[in-house]
């Protein structure tokens, strides 16, 4: 005991992470409290694992215990648009359990593990990026506790996907490019916009290899430098290899490399001119009120990201937008939980944070704990299947 009480005091990132830990188990039990409450409000008893698995849920839980639907299968909505490292992952904890705890828990069980994972190494990230400790603490609150933070708690892929993205950033600033590549493998392996951190690795060498603004003689130096570079390139080249390694698998399972993309129609069958005619109709209240509200929440997410740019996070917020572009070309639907998944948003907000923190510490406590508020009230909504949240 005194040997972990001296390590404790000695060891800044223990220190660090016993109080992400702290919030983490916090969270959680605001999670239980609020189960308990629904169930007691609605006279139902309902288990945990129903009351966190809604909609794509079901889904992933029928790849971890099945595999993907076989072509000659009668279903519309074929899950061959669902990536598999996060199934992957799952299977494999499922058979190192020997298969007796619940599919669910095993998602859940992951989930939690690489949000908490995910928290921490963005708190960490934060320090990297100069930022003090309360900044990193401000960061993990709004990822463990903050609106749309059950995702990271739920059978989804959003926990994953953050983890990989902030250990993609935490290597580029550390100018370890080849680390970042398999970051970004990886992630490209958990969601199709992973594919698209290429560009915050492009970015990122740029400013390493060619500093200063964006120019001809810029980029002549850039790629001269980088032909110089086979590990660079290399590390370029990785990013996209989740992807491929997928739809290598879907050429061979159902005869086409792209059904992940082209099931999507199951689910989007209105035609848009893509993104701004999508934002247009959605933010004029041409479509249902819920796609209005995602669509405007679509518009505050790119002024977050227009506010990265302008305090220099050009590669977080370069990714940041091209990964809302991509969803934005067929519909809004789902785009609040993709901005949240792909991490860079909280940047963004946690910047925002320190600023009303500079003029009022009691404005940035206030606004924490209106967004705690919101969280919970978000809670029920994803307990009742709410389709504000689909």
């Known amino acids: 005991m005194n040997m ?84 992957i992952v799952c299977m494999i904890v499922k058979c190192l359990t020997f298969g007796i705890i619940d599919t669910f828990w095993i998602g859940m069980l992951v989930s939690n593990a690489c949000i908490l994972a995910a928290a921490w190494q963005s708190a960490k990230l934060m320090q990297d990026e100069g930022h003090d400790e309360i900044s990193g603490l401000s960061i993990a609150l709004l990822m463990l506790a903050g609106p749309y933070a059950f995702y990271g708690g739920s059978v989804y892929t ?18 370890k490019f080849l680390l970042a590549g398999c970051m970004a493998a990886l ?53 996209p290899l989740g992807t491929f390694c997928y739809m290598t698998f879907l050429y061979f399972f159902c005869g086409d490399a792209w059904a992940f993309k082209n099931v999507q129609i199951a689910w989007r069958q209105e035609e848009n001119f893509p993104i701004i005619g999508v934002l247009l109709k959605a933010c004029t209240g041409q479509m249902e009120p819920r796609y209005t509200y995602m669509g405007w929440f679509c518009i505050c997410a790119f002024a977050v990201y227009g506010y990265m740019l302008y305090k220099k996070h050009y590669s977080m917020a ?73």
């Open 4 to 87: 972990l009480i001296k390590q404790y005091r000695e060891n800044e990132d223990i220190r660090l992470f016993c109080k992400i830990l702290f919030i983490f188990l916090m969270s959680r039990l605001f999670m239980l409290v609020m189960m308990a409450a629904y169930n007691l409000g609605m006279g139902s008893s309902r288990p945990v694992e129903s009351l966190m698995n809604p909609w794509d849920a079901q889904r992933y839980r029928y790849i971890i215990d099945y595999g993907y639907t076989f072509p000659m299968d009668a279903d519309p909505q074929a899950n061959w648009a669902f990536f598999p490292l996060y199934p």
């Open 158 to 175: 959003e926990a994953m996907f953050m983890l990989f993205i902030v250990l993609f950033f935490r290597a580029c600033r550390k100018r």
């Open 318 to 390: 370069i990714f940041g937008i091209i990964a809302l572009l991509v969803p934005l070309t067929s519909h809004v639907m789902s785009t609040c939980r993709f901005i949240v998944g792909t991490y860079v948003i909280y940047i963004g907000a946690c910047e925002l944070l320190e600023a009303c923190g500079r003029r009022s510490r009691k404005l940035k406590q206030a606004i924490l704990l209106v967004l705690a508020a919101i969280e919970g009230m978000m809670l029920v909504w994803w307990f009742d299947w709410g389709t504000w949240l689909m």
């Open 187 to 239: 992630a490209s392996g958990t969601r199709i916009v992973g594919c698209t951190l290429v560009f915050a690795l492009l970015t990122e060498l740029y400013m390493e290899l060619a500093p200063g603004r964006v120019s001809a003689a810029g980029i002549r130096t850039f790629a001269a430098k980088m032909l110089a570079e086979p590990k660079k390139i290399l590390a370029v080249m990785l990013c």
